[in-house]
């Protein structure tokens, strides 16, 4: 086989390969879920942002709590 009918036979299995990241993501839920909504995230990072968004917090003011608590 050739290199020029080889590469059409290929491109899909790339594509394939190149996606599959793509799926295996978690994606964050929208502005207006709810508590259990967020609970249900398994990475920590990403519950803790739901959560932050839920209960309008913002970085500002997180920086805020943190120097106060520091104080």
């Known amino acids: ?24 993501q978690e994606f964050a839920p929208s502005a207006d879920t709810s508590p259990a909504a967020c609970a249900a995230i398994t990475t920590d990072a990403a519950r803790l942002a739901c959560y932050d968004r839920l209960f309008g917090r913002t970085p500002e003011a997180t920086a805020a709590a943190d120097a106060a608590a520091e104080a």
């Open 1 to 24: 086989m050739t290199l020029p009918t080889l590469l059409p036979r290929l491109a899909p299995l790339a594509l394939a390969l190149a996606s599959a990241p793509l799926a295996a």
